[in-house]
């Protein structure tokens, strides 16, 4: 198949450019290079040294001979998007070009606005482009499970069957996120929705738990082809940053009770699920929805197994929350649909002993302790403003 990867120099863009290369598919990536003046803005980056694109995709191909095409631009920019799905004509785009770190959405009015600009007008844009060339080339496209927040009913695959006042419906799953970057992407979903409603686009929409682990088949074959390992307050995940806390022998720092309870997926099976999500694509007009994530464990019980496993011995400490979010709440995900198309999970008690702390041991001499400690509240604007005038 021919695939195009949107975002394919991120985190997982560029593994599951690797992968999908591998498993015998013509690949392109597009990017706009944004993921790394993120970390100019906030003055951090990855642990994990990354190359420029050009060296990382220079490096594919003296490994292996094959190809990978790239295009540098922006998806908000529609002629840019439209261009290269004219161009390189897909059977399938993976959309993961969005900005992605619920902080970094919540720092102010300019990040919330940008995050939803940049995220709902580039899939709109992306909408449309393959709506006029080819309206049956696949969207895989990148959600989260944050999309969902914590309902206190089960958690189904996108959709649920409602019964009122006698009349029963299919609906999409109500929607309660706890952050503008959340929030960005509930309005893609309904937006993509729509397109496969109205113009018989092929849609699936991957509502990603919390991704952890550095390496994939592919990536560990040379250093120049490693991917990113965000371990910062903003960009990092609460597992990378315990991770790199452990390595550093400080203790793990965890928000308000703990109780806050997440889907979790491992990297490998992330850029698997894209491949099967490619191989066996949604029908015409339909929109399809997988809850991409394999276990789900509380802040608490994460740090708990973080600090078991570890080698050395690991504090767990408690900090005042700064996020808005519920500390004790019910949780349970539907998540098999992946699996049916023939998914095999790895766990996360298993990557974090054959590779994770090996990793974070590695490189702790680029850990910066101020990155990690969180500066960006979850409070009021009016707040945000009195502290401001305050001084
Ligand atoms: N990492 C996770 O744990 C996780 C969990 C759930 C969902 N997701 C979703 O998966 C996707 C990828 O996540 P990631 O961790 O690889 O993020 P990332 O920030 O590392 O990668 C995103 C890439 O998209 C590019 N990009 C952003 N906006 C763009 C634009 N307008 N035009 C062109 N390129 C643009 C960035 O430069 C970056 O390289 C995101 O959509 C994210 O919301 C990630």
Not at 14 to 37: K, M, Y
Not at 73 to 84: E, K, M, N, Q, S
Request: proline fraction near 5%; aromatic fraction near 8%; hydrophobic fraction near 40%.
């Amino acid at each position: 198949m021919r695939i195009i990867v949107l975002g394919g120099d991120g985190y997982l863009g560029w593994p599951t450019a690797l992968h999908l290369s591998e498993c015998g598919h013509e690949v392109a990536i597009a990017d706009n290079f944004v993921r790394r003046q993120y970390d100019h803005e906030l003055g951090v980056q990855s642990l994990v040294p990354i190359e420029p694109l050009t060296v990382r995709v220079r490096a594919w191909h003296e490994l292996t001979g094959k190809q990978l095409a790239t295009y540098v631009g922006d998806l908000c920019d529609a002629d840019f998007t439209y261009r290269i799905i004219r161009e390189f004509r897909p059977d399938a785009v993976v959309h993961f070009a969005e900005q992605r770190a619920a902080p970094y959405s919540m720092i102010d009015r300019k990040h919330a606005v940008y995050t939803q600009t940049n995220n709902v007008v580039g899939t709109l844009n992306l909408l449309y482009a393959i709506a006029e060339t080819d309206p049956s080339i696949h969207l895989i496209k990148l959600g989260t499970m944050g999309e969902y927040g914590t309902p206190n009913i089960d958690i189904e695959e996108g959709w649920l069957e409602v019964t009122h006042k006698g009349r029963t419906d299919r609906v999409l799953y109500p929607k309660r996120p706890s952050s503008f970057y959340h929030l960005s992407k509930v309005h893609d979903s309904h937006n993509i929705e729509f397109a496969c409603r109205i113009w018989g686009l092929a849609a699936t929409d991957l509502n990603q738990g919390i991704v952890y682990g550095q390496q994939t088949d592919e990536t560990v074959r040379d250093d120049r082809l490693a991917t990113r390992f965000d371990y910062d307050a903003v960009f990092g995940t609460v597992l990378n940053r315990f991770i790199v806390l452990a390595a550093l022998g400080q203790p793990l720092t965890v928000y308000g009770e703990g109780g806050q309870t997440r889907g979790l997926i491992d990297i490998r099976d992330t850029v698997e699920c894209i491949r099967l999500a490619a191989e066996h694509p949604a029908k015409p007009g339909e929109y399809r929805v997988f809850n991409q994530m394999t276990e789900s464990m509380s802040v608490r019980d994460l740090a708990k197994l973080v600090a078991d496993l570890h080698p050395n011995a690991v504090e767990v400490e408690y900090l005042d929350n700064p996020r808005v979010e519920a500390e004790a709440h019910y949780y349970k995900v539907t998540h098999s649909g992946l699996v049916e198309l023939g998914l095999t999970p790895h766990l996360l008690s298993e990557t974090l002993l054959t590779s994770l702390y090996a990793v974070a041991d590695r490189y702790k001499h680029r850990a910066d302790p101020a990155a990690l400690r969180p500066t960006v509240r979850w409070r009021s604007p009016l707040a945000t403003a009195r502290a401001g005038s305050a001084g």
